[in-house]
């Protein structure tokens, strides 16, 4: 996801999921393209610069990872929380686990 546009759209009309280390905002239409729209929000109250960068690449691997579990055309975006910074690899995929469950499974129930 590049455009501001996109972010605010998924932001104020997605569903939300919460956890301990991220907060995941999904919609299920954003855009009409064959692969779904991530975006990563790593605010200054995460840390500094080099933890915002750590904990961005770590999403990023893990939002990798799970990439085919999204619908095309939905766009997603993950906003690290500040227990983030201090959090492994493994706690940061369980949260988004959980998150995108609970997403995925009330966009099922809409249908």
């Known amino acids: 996801m590049r455009r501001s546009a996109d972010f605010t759209a998924v932001l104020r009309t997605g569903q939300r999921a919460g956890a301990r280390t ?3 905002h999904h919609r299920a239409e954003l855009a009409v393209a064959d692969v779904p ?9 995460v840390g500094n610069s080099v933890v915002r960068h750590r904990v961005s690449r770590r999403l990023r691997a893990q939002l990798a990872a799970r990439l085919t579990r999204l619908p095309s055309g939905s766009g997603t975006v ?3 929380r500040p227990a983030a910074a ?5 706690e940061l995929g369980s949260d988004l686990d959980r998150c ?3 997403l995925l499974d ?3 129930l809409r249908r």
């Open 78 to 80: 993950v906003r690290a």
């Open 106 to 108: 009330r966009a099922e």
């Open 37 to 45: 729209l991530i975006g990563l929000v790593v605010g200054r109250n």
């Open 86 to 90: 201090p959090a492994s690899s493994a």
């Open 100 to 102: 995108l469950a609970r």
């Open 22 to 24: 991220v907060v995941v």
